[in-house]
């Protein structure tokens, strides 16, 4: 239906606490409601950006909203993979048919070894397609992208 932008790490020294973690981020708009995604069991999908068939976290498209119609959702860790995080989904201001998904996902390195090279350039894309649940059993070196799919059989 349509595609999701990939996370990407940001470039920097990084400041702070050495064992904070860095996260990746991306944000998309969708050509599907917040209603549609909610009225049947759907799922993001994070897949390997060196694999893209192998699940490295997912979490189901479902919970309760924010006051302002918003919902969050838990992105789970797949495997040994280490990649987890948060999406965040909202109806567009503009246009009730549209959803905008941030992510907001672990980037599995050591916050010194962080540099534009580990930005992901794969793209997950917006489907009605059959999901699977691979498991990754090293962690990827960048933040994977994300994958919008009607659930199927996720744990």
């Not at 549609?36 to 309760?64: K, P, Q």
């Not at 919902?71 to 201001?93: K, M, P, T």
Request: charged share 20%.
């Amino acid at each position: 239906m349509a595609d999701l932008s990939a996370p990407k790490s940001p470039d920097g020294e990084p400041e702070g606490a050495d064992e904070a973690t860095v996260a990746a981020t991306s944000f998309s708009t969708v050509f599907v409601s917040l209603e549609d995604l909610l009225a049947s069991d759907h799922a993001i999908d994070i897949r390997s950006s060196s694999d893209n068939s192998a699940t490295v976290s997912c979490g189901e498209i479902g919970g309760v909203r924010a006051s302002d119609d918003s919902l969050a959702i838990i992105l789970r860790q797949q495997g040994r993979s280490n990649v987890y995080g948060v999406a965040f989904l909202a109806q567009d201001g503009s246009d009730p048919n549209l959803t905008n998904i941030s992510l907001f996902v672990s980037v599995p390195v050591k916050a010194e070894s962080v540099a534009a090279t580990d930005t992901p350039t794969s793209v997950g894309s917006v489907d009605e397609g059959q999901t699977d649940e691979s498991s990754a059993e090293s962690a990827p070196s960048v933040p994977p992208a994300g994958n919008l799919s009607r659930r199927s059989n996720f744990k």
